[in-house]
């Protein structure tokens, strides 16, 4: 039986979606040589960075903001994500985060997002408190009360930073402080944001 020319046009625009929908979650994989090109770029802080073989699975745990509203990592998909976890009571934590702060100033957008993830029991009065004295202007305060997401990262220690592709998947880790804010922290963000489709270009200020 025939169809009719609605049926076929309406048939190919569905062929044409699902086509690019797949290549859209394959091109969020990054290749052997993403991942090497990624390796070599490392230097300074960054060395620390270890970019895994594969992407682990993304975290399903939810977190809260300042208000209490709860959120996950899905909020987050279509975003490259730098999830930093940490505590207020952390030395190393409480050195890195102005850092963060400036880097999220200067990258974070429709590509790219920084979660300043915080495990401290005694609140989020206290990251709210922190962020003031040190006048962060660019994070928002994030809690996990429940450590829950740290404990299924697997976080050994604190600080600790994911790279997350568009997904939501770790695709690359770094254990203790860094500079965040450095040339080479952006260029390999930058990097990872091209790798997975995006802009990696314009820096702000």
Request: glycine share 8%.
């Amino acid at each position: 039986m025939s169809r009719s020319p609605f049926s076929l046009a309406l048939a190919a625009i569905l062929y044409g979606a699902i086509f690019l929908t797949a290549n859209a979650v394959n091109a969020a994989d990054l290749s052997a040589a993403d991942r090497a090109s990624l390796k070599e770029m490392r230097s300074g802080d960054m060395l620390k960075l270890v970019v895994h073989a594969k992407p682990r699975d993304r975290i399903a745990e939810t977190f809260r903001d300042l208000y209490g509203n709860p959120i996950t990592l899905a909020d987050y998909s279509g975003k490259v994500v730098l999830l930093n976890i940490w505590a207020t009571w952390c030395p190393p934590c409480r050195a890195e985060m102005p850092a963060i702060d400036q880097l999220a100033g200067a990258m974070a957008g429709k590509d790219f997002a920084v979660i300043p993830l915080s495990t401290d029991r005694g609140g989020v009065e206290k990251v709210a408190e922190f962020f003031k004295d040190i006048r962060v202007e660019n994070l928002k305060v994030m809690h996990d009360r429940t450590n829950n997401v740290a404990r299924q990262a697997g976080a050994l220690g604190l600080p600790v930073t994911l790279i997350l592709d568009r997904e939501g998947r770790e695709i690359a880790r770094l254990l203790g402080a860094a500079n965040w804010n450095s040339p080479d922290a952006r260029a390999i963000l930058r990097r990872v944001i091209e790798m997975t489709g995006g802009d990696g270009g314009v820096i702000r200020a």
